[in-house]
């Protein structure tokens, strides 16, 4: 069945440091993949998105490459800010069938000034 | 703001109560998701309608139903609540044509005490 994994958190960074989470999928279609973002007692954000393999997905900073060859969709951005410290979560949906979302398991991240 | 609206914000009950959850989708969307988030499941499925069908059934208890009204909002119903159904529950929305991408709405926190 399909599922994501996600390099265990949690991730504490000092602010302007680089930042990279693993996300890995497995899936018997060609799923769309996401990143999602909960700041504090908030929802879940849709961060970036990339619907075919060697899109890019970029938002606020953020980029995440559908690699198909790896099965991965890793998030990274450059420059992190204290306002970035949230859990992020790496989410796949097939584009047949149930098209639900499937998490994993999230990434804690907190940045320091 | 997602543009998906979820009443009421919290909600504290007691064991063997039951409760109704709202959402009311992004103008345009035809379909709901519901999603339940654990500290020890994580972020799990419910059930999905769209246009008032149901569509897809993921870990929903045979305790819990929902329906989608004829104006697209929809209602998730929990009873004989039990401690263990302590949670966030989550609604989204989607259109077609968007490669499944969900919009969350800001959830509603149960606590069964």
């Known amino acids: 069945g399909d599922s994501v994994t996600q390099m265990e958190g949690p991730v504490t960074l000092s602010e302007e440091a680089f930042l990279t989470i693993n996300c890995t999928y497995t899936a018997t279609g060609y799923p769309s993949l996401f990143w999602y973002v909960q700041y504090p007692g908030e929802g879940l954000q849709l961060l970036l998105k990339a619907t075919k393999a060697d899109d890019k997905g970029s938002n606020k900073g953020f980029e995440a490459t559908y690699r198909k060859e790896t099965t991965s969709f890793h998030l990274e951005k450059g420059s992190v800010q204290v306002s970035d410290s949230a859990v992020y979560f790496c989410a796949l949906s097939e584009l047949s069938g149930a098209n639900n979302l499937f998490f994993g398991t999230g990434t804690r991240l907190t940045v320091i000034p | 703001d997602s543009g998906v609206t979820q009443t009421p914000k919290h909600l504290i009950t007691a064991t063997g109560q039951r409760v109704t959850l709202r959402c009311s989708p992004r103008s345009g969307d035809l379909s709901v998701y519901w999603y339940q988030q654990s500290l020890d499941q994580g972020l799990q499925f419910l059930i999905q309608?769209?246009?008032?069908?149901?569509?897809a059934k993921g870990n929903i208890l045979e305790r819990f139903s929902a329906q989608q009204f004829p104006d697209l909002h929809s209602e998730l119903n929990l009873s004989s609540l039990e401690l263990g159904d302590s949670a966030l529950y989550f609604c989204a929305s989607s259109v077609e044509g968007t490669g499944n991408t969900q919009y969350f709405g800001p959830g509603t926190r149960l606590t069964v005490l």
């Open positions: 309608y769209y246009n008032g069908e149901e569509r």
